[in-house]
C-alpha cells in the first residue's frame, strides 16, 4: 500500500469499532517522527472538500477538484506543525496524492462502454463513495514538533472532525480536533 502510515496508525481500531474509514464530516490524520522527518497522512472522504464523490462531469466539477488538488499539493493547507515559537519550517521533501477520482476522471471515457456491455447495474453509481489520500514528508531542521493545528478544518468546513493520531519520539497518541479546537500540543 502507498499510504501505510494512516493505516497502521488507525488499521486497527477502525476495523474493530467502525464500519468503514469513510465517513463524511470526518477525516483522519496520522502523523509520524523519525530522526529529523515528520510523515504526514491524511485520509478523507471526497465530499468533505468537493461536496461530490463522482468523476467531474461539468466544467465547475473539474474547476472545485482542479482546486482541491492545488490545495492538498501544500501540507501546510493540511496541518500546520507547531514548535515552541510558533509554526516550523518545514521543506517538503515528497508529496503523493491519490484518490479514486482522478483515476476515473482521466479513465472515464474508454471504462465507460464496458461497464454499460456487460452488466446492468453498478455504472457509475450515484451512490459510491470515494476517498481523497495525501501524503507528506517533511524535513524539519533543528526545532522540535511540539504541537499541530488542523488547518483542514479551516479549509474545509465540511470536516467536522479531524481524528489524530501521532507517533512521535516522545510518545503516542490520539486526538480528535475540531473547528472550535483545531489546534493541538502534544
Ligand atoms: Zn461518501
Redesign the pocket.
Known amino acids: 500500500m502507498r499510504f501505510p502510515l494512516v493505516l497502521s496508525l488507525f488499521g486497527a481500531s477502525l476495523a474493530a469499532a467502525q464500519p468503514g474509514v ?1 465517513q ?1 464530516g470526518h477525516a483522519l490524520l496520522g502523523i509520524a517522527e523519525e530522526a529529523g522527518e515528520v510523515v504526514v497522512e491524511l485520509e478523507t ?3 468533505n472538500l468537493l461536496g461530490f ?1 463522482h468523476a467531474p462531469a461539468t466544467a465547475e466539477e473539474q474547476a472545485a477538484l482542479a482546486e482541491v488538488l492545488r490545495t492538498l499539493a501544500d501540507h501546510r493547507n493540511v496541518v500546520a506543525l507547531l514548535g515552541q515559537r510558533g509554526e516550523l519550517v518545514c521543506s517538503q521533501v515528497e508529496s503523493a496524492l491519490d484518490s479514486a477520482l482522478l483515476s476515473e476522471g482521466q479513465a472515464h471515457d474508454e471504462h465507460h462502454d464496458h461497464d454499460h456491455a456487460g452488466s446492468t447495474a453498478h455504472d457509475h453509481d450515484e451512490d459510491e ?2 476517498d481523497f489520500h495525501a501524503r507528506y514528508v517533511l524535513d524539519c531542521p533543528d526545532t522540535a514538533l511540539t504541537g499541530v493545528q488542523g488547518r483542514l478544518l479551516e479549509n474545509f468546513p465540511a470536516v467536522l472532525e479531524l481524528e489524530l493520531q501521532w507517533v512521535l519520539e516522545a510518545g503516542q497518541g490520539g486526538a480528535v480536533l475540531t473547528p472550535a479546537r483545531p489546534q493541538w500540543r502534544f
Open positions: 469513510h463524511h472522504p471526497a465530499a464523490e463513495h470515494a
